[in-house]
C-alpha cells in the first residue's frame, strides 16, 4: 500500500499562482507514474497532469497545457504541481495518483491509476 498526501491548496485570485505538493509514504514511489486529477462540483474527476518515473515523459490536459507544470524528487518521494494563471475554472478538488503498471507511459486514464491521495481544495476567484 502507498499513501499519498496533498498539500498546498487554497484560495487564489484569477491569475494567480498556486503549487501543490504530494507526499508519498513508501521509496517504491520512485518506480510509479504519478498523476494529478481534479473534480469540480457535480463534474467527473478529470486528468490534469502526469509524469514518468525517471521524469523522462510528461503529458498535460490541453487546458492546462503552458499554465501548469509536473514535477518530481524522487530523493525526497514527492510531486509537485505548479499551477500559474489561474482560472476560475481551474477551481476543483486535485487528486494526486500514482500507478506501478506501464511506468513509461504518462497515462491520462484515470482506471490506470492504482493509489490516490485524499485531495486538496483550490479555489480560484473571479
Known amino acids: 500500500q502507498v499513501q499519498l498526501v496533498e498539500s498546498g491548496g487554497g484560495l487564489v485570485q484569477a491569475g494567480g499562482s498556486l503549487r501543490l505538493s504530494c507526499a508519498a509514504s513508501?521509496?517504491?514511489?520512485?518506480?510509479?507514474?504519478m498523476g494529478w486529477f481534479r473534480q469540480a462540483p457535480e463534474k467527473e474527476r478529470e486528468f490534469v497532469a502526469a509524469?514518468?518515473?525517471?521524469?523522462?515523459?510528461?503529458n498535460y490536459a490541453n487546458s492546462v497545457k503552458g499554465r501548469f507544470t509536473i514535477s518530481r524528487d524522487n530523493a525526497k518521494k514527492t510531486v509537485s504541481l505548479q499551477m500559474n494563471s489561474l482560472k476560475p475554472e481551474d477551481s476543483a478538488v486535485y487528486y494526486c495518483?500514482?500507478?506501478?503498471?506501464?511506468?513509461?507511459?504518462?497515462?491520462?486514464?484515470?482506471?490506470?491509476?492504482?493509489?490516490w491521495g485524499q485531495g486538496t481544495q483550490v479555489t480560484v476567484s473571479s
Open positions: 509524469i514518468t518515473w525517471n521524469s523522462g515523459t510528461t
Open positions: 513508501r521509496r517504491s514511489i520512485i518506480v510509479a507514474t
Open positions: 495518483a500514482a500507478k506501478y503498471r506501464s511506468i513509461r507511459y504518462a497515462g491520462d486514464a484515470l482506471s490506470e491509476y492504482e493509489y
